[in-house]
């Protein structure tokens, strides 16, 4: 099929901007492009050639656009960088070169100068007629005779006219020098341009350029309608000359970012599931790799679907430094960044009322994805974090700058038992839920119109209802520590939170290598199922098969398209996101590493601590499972007596001597962390003539009856 270019067409030319093309096509003197072009006008087999539709992408009756889909104002920009970053690039390319140039085609002057010279003295010579003397000479004595008269007769007039034209160019180089001097500069350039001309024309390499082009000729010049039929044709997904077989297109050909977008109509009976099948075949026809081919499905048909070829693979360019190294203070209402999708547009991830699971094989990047999402959790000041990692690396020690509780790895330690930790802060988390339900109910359904929890409650300290969130990594290991009765109250505890908690602000984010076939036994291994399947978002990053992503993505993920087995073993980092929008986009996560982790950690423990609310670990409590829960506004209280003020020391060591099994190790500041946390405000308080930072006994009272139920370890 013949596609002749029309004013709808885009910007001809499937070229990458300046910085890919210099990454992707470096600078090499006589670089030659591909010498045969792939992409001819010769009709394929079978295809008829003026069929409207296939060709402009209108059904019948259908008013075209007044405005081509490419410069339109959602594709304009695209349209305009792709355009105006090719033509940047060969101007730079070739100004920086010029001086070269000057010299290539000096040399290429001479040669051409010698070239004409011996054609020149072959034509004198009349050596065209070399040939038929040596055949005459054989025996025909006459003809040779004959032939040499006229040789011998051609040489003498060519000669005249070679002395003519010596003569002609002795005249122009007399005249030559007061016409130099006549001439202005651009003139003079001019003249030595026309002179050199030929010359270089004629000397100009046989075969290849005299200049090096500034982009090698891709193996498709653009993406136009016939190379697209000829992939799908050759993936079996239709039939050019079966009547009703036939591709057509529901758009024109438009750019859409860093690469090509078209509408496919797949003929009647067959989908998008069919395409997705043939996902691989679709790149080999259209020449590229697979990885540059994206098939989304289109809502107003099943057998439409998006077609976007990038110009280059999107996925082998890294999103770059994650965009928290601003050290600016997030809000987990509002979308976290999560990285860049196969087109360079952002993505974000709402973390409320969710909770994701991230899952891939080893150092693939997952505990990376979920440790961001973890430091922009941990940049809101309001936010309450336990972190639990049962692998035990140095990826998340940092989180002790900030997190409430935390451990790392499954053997005793010296703060004690890592399981009895995560046993205990499920069971709190568990009874923090039960107690918001309750309190939130006896709101107004103004306080809360949704029944759940709201952002101004969330981030009011007196309310003590922070928004929480628990991050397990490598969470496959808790339930399989070893001890059956331990591992059925993990699971248990987790699956109720998962079910039920986010309604009342608790987020929780899981990372595994393993989502299938754990447990210490079948009860066991039913909640692992549980737990992992009730996850709303999921990412997959490189895993070992459809069968893993499937696990990983959520049942259907494969029918759909979305099978992370195929992503580049060489990315890390690049993972599919499906249940945070409707589409389901490949993204390119933010890095931060370990340096930048620490960085945002450590201005994130300066926010909390100027604002009051590191608590738990983070602030210096530490974690004991046979201390009771006691009510802090509640003991500082009952310390004042009849005193109307304290200085904070003074409260901490009242606290210590009136109940050292709770507050023996507390200092100071501690004390004004947790009071501040829940509303009692610091302020100056002079005793015995010495004025330093304490508390009013009135504002303590006060802040307990607002908030009777709020509770600190």
């Known amino acids: 099929m013949a596609e002749n270019p029309s004013p709808s067409d885009p910007v001809p030319g499937w070229i990458p901007d300046i910085a890919a093309a210099r990454a992707e096509f470096p600078a090499v003197p006589n670089a030659e492009s591909y010498a045969v072009e792939l992409d001819t006008d010769t009709p394929m087999s079978g295809t008829v050639v003026d069929l409207p539709t296939p060709v402009t992408g209108q059904r019948e009756g259908e008013r075209r656009a007044i405005v081509p889909d490419s410069l339109r104002w959602a594709q304009l920009p695209a349209t305009v960088r792709h355009a105006g970053g090719f033509w940047a690039h060969v101007a730079l390319f070739h100004t920086v070169r010029a001086p070269w140039y000057v010299l290539v085609a000096l040399r290429a002057a001479l040669v051409g100068a010698g070239r004409l010279l011996s054609h020149h003295i072959r034509w004198i010579m009349v050596e065209e007629a070399s040939g038929l003397r040596q055949a005459a000479a054989g025996g025909d004595a006459s003809t040779w005779l004959s032939l040499h008269r006229t040789v011998h007769s051609a040489r003498k007039r060519r000669v005249l006219v070679a002395l003519g034209e010596i003569a002609a160019i002795g005249c122009v180089m007399t005249m030559m020098p007061p016409l130099w001097h006549s001439l202005p500069t651009l003139g003079r350039v001019v003249l030595v341009i026309g002179i050199l001309a030929p010359l270089i024309v004629a000397g100009r390499p046989r075969h290849g350029r005299l200049i090096p082009p500034a982009v090698v000729t891709p193996r498709f010049r653009r993406l136009t309608a016939d190379i697209v039929l000829r992939a799908y044709y050759a993936a079996k997904l239709g039939d050019p000359e079966k009547p009703g077989q036939q591709i057509t297109f529901g758009s024109a050909m438009a750019r859409d970012g860093d690469g090509s977008r078209v509408l496919v109509d797949l003929p009647y009976g067959r989908g998008f599931g069919d395409a997705t099948k043939s996902h691989a075949a ?368 003074e409260i901490s060591e009242r606290l210590a001597r009136r109940f050292p099994e709770h507050y023996a190790d507390v200092n100071a500041e501690v004390i004004s962390v947790q009071c501040r946390a829940l509303g009692v405000p610091s302020v100056n308080v002079k005793r015995a003539g010495t004025v330093l930072k304490g508390a009013r006994a009135d504002a303590v009272r006060s802040a307990f009856q607002r908030a009777p139920g709020v509770r600190s370890r």
Request: aromatic share 8%.
């Open 282 to 649: 679709i790149a080999s026809g259209l020449d590229v790799a697979t990885s540059q081919v994206f098939l989304s499905p289109d809502r107003s048909s099943t057998r439409r679907h998006v077609l976007w070829v990038a110009d280059r693979d999107p996925l082998a360019i890294p999103a770059g430094r994650t965009p928290l190294l601003k050290l600016q203070e997030t809000d987990i209402w509002k979308p976290a960044p999560m990285g860049l999708d196969e087109r360079g547009g952002n993505v974000f991830l709402d973390l409320m009322w969710n909770s994701i699971l991230v899952g891939a094989q080893p150092r693939k990047g997952k505990s990376f994805t979920l440790r961001h999402l973890g430091l922009y959790a941990a940049a809101d000041p309001y936010v309450k974090l336990s972190v639990f990692d049962a692998s035990g690396r140095p990826d998340w020690r940092g989180f002790t700058a900030v997190a409430d509780r935390c451990s790392f790895g499954m053997a005793m330690t010296r703060d004690g038992d890592p399981i009895d930790l995560l046993v205990e802060t499920l069971r709190e988390i568990k009874r923090d839920v039960e107690d918001r339900y309750l309190r939130l109910s006896e709101m107004p359904p103004s306080m809360v119109p949704e029944g759940k929890l709201t952002r101004t409650i969330a981030r009011d300290p007196s309310y003590g209802m922070p928004v929480r969130i628990l991050i397990l990594d490598e969470f496959q290991l808790y339930f399989s520590t070893g001890n059956t009765d331990t591992d059925r109250e993990i699971a248990d505890l987790l699956v109720y939170l998962i079910r039920v908690a986010p309604a009342a602000g608790v987020i929780i984010g899981s990372a595994t290598q393993r989502p299938s076939g754990i447990g210490s036994g079948g009860e066991v291994s039913r909640r692992f199922t549980d737990y992992r399947d009730n996850h709303i978002l999921r990412f997959a990053l490189k895993t070992g098969s459809y069968v893993v992503s499937d696990l990983v993505l959520g049942s259907g993920a494969y029918s759909e398209g979305l099978d992370s087995s195929t992503l580049d073993p060489e990315y890390k980092g690049v993972g599919i996101l499906r249940g945070a929008m409707d589409h389901s986009p490949t993204v390119r996560t933010y890095l931060a590493d370990a340096e930048d982790s620490a960085k945002i950690l450590t201005a994130a423990r300066e926010r909390r601590a100027k604002l009051g609310t590191l608590t738990g670990q983070a602030a210096g409590i530490p974690f004991s499972t046979t201390i009771p829960t006691r009510n802090v506004l509640e003991d500082v209280a009952a310390i004042f007596g009849e005193d109307s003020g304290l200085h904070w020391p």
